[in-house]
């Protein structure tokens, strides 16, 4: 019987992390200091609140799109998700990207009804500056209302 006392716990663990989920990383105090260093360049001094806002919406992608398009924003061409990286939609006008991510498109999925105005604001304001695609400007919440409103 002693054995099974040191099988299960790692059965435990095994079941949970075969369940195949982004785990809810719970969101960390953000350091300022580390947020200026990784999202300030020559052209763009980001504020505070901004930065707060870069490093929320860096975690929200890590939830809720990494999956398919790969924390490094180089997509997985088996999943046929394509680059984030350098892609003309994300670094094109606000409203396709915002259309696209809201309403889906081909086999990826619509958004707006899993996630608020706000976190897809955060999400896609970190996208249009990660990786270098650097738009130097963020997404409001009254945006993507307005678009989700405007409808496909
Ligand atoms: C289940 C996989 C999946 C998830 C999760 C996902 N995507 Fe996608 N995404 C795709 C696929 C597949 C395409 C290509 C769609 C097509 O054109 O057929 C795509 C296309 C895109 C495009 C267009 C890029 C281009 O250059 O054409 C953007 C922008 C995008 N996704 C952003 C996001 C964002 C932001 C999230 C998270 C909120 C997200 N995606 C989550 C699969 C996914």
């Not at 663990?13 to 200026?36: F, I, R, T, Y």
């Not at 806002?53 to 046929?80: D, F, I, N, P, W």
């Not at 680059?83 to 707006?112: C, D, E, H, W, Y």
Request: proline share 5%; charged share 20%.
């Amino acid at each position: 019987m002693s054995h099974l006392h040191f099988l299960l716990p790692g059965a435990v663990v095994l079941g949970l992390s075969g369940c195949g989920q982004e785990p809810d990383v719970p969101p960390k105090p953000v350091d300022l200091e580390v947020a200026a260093q990784t999202w300030n360049t020559t052209d763009k001094q980001w504020g505070e609140a901004e930065l707060r806002q870069l490093v929320e919406g860096e975690r929200l992608y890590r939830k809720r799109c990494a999956g398919c398009h790969l924390s490094s924003g180089e997509g997985q061409m088996t999943l046929g998700a394509p680059a984030l990286r350098n892609s003309a939609v994300v670094k094109g006008p606000a409203g396709g990207l915002m259309t696209t991510v809201l309403f889906g498109r081909g086999t990826m999925p619509a958004f707006r009804t899993s996630m608020k105005d706000a976190d897809l604001a955060l999400i896609l304001s970190y996208v249009r500056n990660a990786w270098g695609n650097q738009q130097d400007d963020l997404i409001a919440a009254a945006d993507v209302a307005a678009a989700r409103g405007a409808g496909k």
